[in-house]
């Protein structure tokens, strides 16, 4: 396993375009996370998964944006009508089952690469 | 939610020990101290984390007091490799993923 990846890296939209992104997590871990981070500030929280289960969800994440994992496996990020404060890099994260930290020691989230949107 | 306060920036220089102190004065009694590392254009980095007294692993040491109130990330002799930005949260990581807070970090310089 090569660890997090997401897709695309870099996306170039206009505004009022919908975007789409992808993120593939590592294979054993069931939990995966969507974050936002602009520049000079740390990640802020989007959303959680556990398996297919959407259990979170940032008051940050306007109607625009939803996110899916409809087989607990990788998961997509949309943003429609999207405005020029979209502009950020959106971080997808995922780590173990709880049931295997023990056993494994807590390695805390694996974050992917990132896709950096920027909004015209 | 447990806010933390870390330093903006520090600096150092190659094969000094480094010490990154966070407060979090409202920490919670299920809470841990978590530590990352993010180097630009890229996704942060688990460094390690604890809950009481002190945590090593093979690249930092965490001290956290008896009253939890704030931690110390070590990072013993640093390279030019360590320069990135560092991360501490706090929060259950076993139930709610939304009240784990990132912040600005701290901006970690090592010059030669």
């Known amino acids: 396993d090569t660890g997090v990846s997401q897709n695309p890296r870099h996306k170039i939209t206009k505004r009022g375009q919908n975007v789409t992104f992808r993120c593939d997590p590592i294979?054993?871990?069931?939990?995966l996370y969507w974050y936002r981070q602009t520049l000079g500030q740390g990640p802020e929280f989007l959303t959680y998964f556990q398996n297919e289960a959407q259990l979170e969800k940032s008051r940050l994440l306007s109607d625009r944006f939803s996110a899916e994992r409809p087989k607990g496996s990788f998961s997509t990020l949309e943003i429609q009508r999207t405005e020029q404060g979209d502009s950020a890099m959106y971080l997808c994260a995922s780590s173990l089952p709880q049931t295997l930290v023990a056993e494994k020691s807590n390695e805390g989230q694996f974050f992917g690469p990132g896709t950096r949107l920027t909004v015209l | 939610l447990a806010k933390t306060t870390q330093p903006i920036s520090m600096d150092s220089y190659e094969g000094q020990e480094v010490n990154i102190t966070c407060s979090h004065n409202?920490?919670?009694?299920?809470?841990?101290i978590t530590w990352y590392q993010q180097f630009p254009s890229q996704g942060p980095r688990f460094i390690i984390q604890?809950?009481?007294t002190k945590v090593t692993n093979e690249v930092a040491s965490l001290f956290i007091p008896a009253d939890r109130k704030s931690s110390t990330l070590s990072l013993p002799r640093v390279s030019l490799s360590d320069t990135a930005v560092y991360y501490c949260l706090v929060g259950d990581p076993y139930s709610s993923a939304s009240k784990i807070i990132f912040g600005s970090g701290t901006r970690l310089s090592i010059r030669p």
């Open positions: 409202n920490i919670a009694t299920n809470d841990y």
């Open positions: 294979s054993e871990h069931n939990r």
């Open positions: 604890g809950y009481k």
